[in-house]
């Protein structure tokens, strides 16, 4: 069991920067992808970044591509995401989730992991 705790949302003005993080409880953290996802009222939860266990491999969604980067901290059991150039229609609540995959291309989905944190809320003001 794996319990993961997000950090780091707020209000900030567009054009401003974020970074979220993740600590996780185990130091077998190391040995999981690590997602980012968020999810806004009404909507399924959509995927943002992943990262494989050494940190050489990462993925993102087209709309952040090029703004946001995802990084991990084996020895501190920590993820985060460092989130630039945000816009309003970033806002969500944002969560990570530790799972295991051969590939960052097989983990762009929900269903592909099996611990969650509680989500923090993220909201960039035009």
């Known amino acids: 069991q794996v319990q993961l705790v997000e950090s780091g949302g707020g209000l900030v003005q567009a054009g401003g920067s974020l970074r979220l993080s993740c600590a996780a409880s185990?130091?077998?953290?190391?040995?999981?992808?690590l997602g980012w996802f968020r999810q806004t009222p009404g909507k399924e939860r959509d995927f943002v970044a992943a990262?494989?266990?050494?940190?050489?491999?990462?993925g993102y969604a087209d709309s952040v591509k090029g703004r946001f980067t995802i990084s991990r901290d084996n020895a501190k059991s920590t993820g985060y995401l460092q989130m630039n150039s945000l816009k309003p229609e970033d806002t969500a609540v944002y969560y990570c989730?530790?799972?295991?995959?051969?590939?960052?291309?097989?983990?762009?989905?929900?269903?592909?992991?099996?611990?969650w944190g509680q989500g923090t809320q993220v909201t960039v003001s035009s």
């Open positions: 990262i494989n266990w050494s940190g050489g491999s990462t």
């Open positions: 185990r130091r077998t953290f190391r040995s999981y992808v």
């Open positions: 989730a530790a799972g295991f995959g051969f590939t960052i291309e097989t983990m762009r989905t929900p269903e592909g992991y099996n611990y």
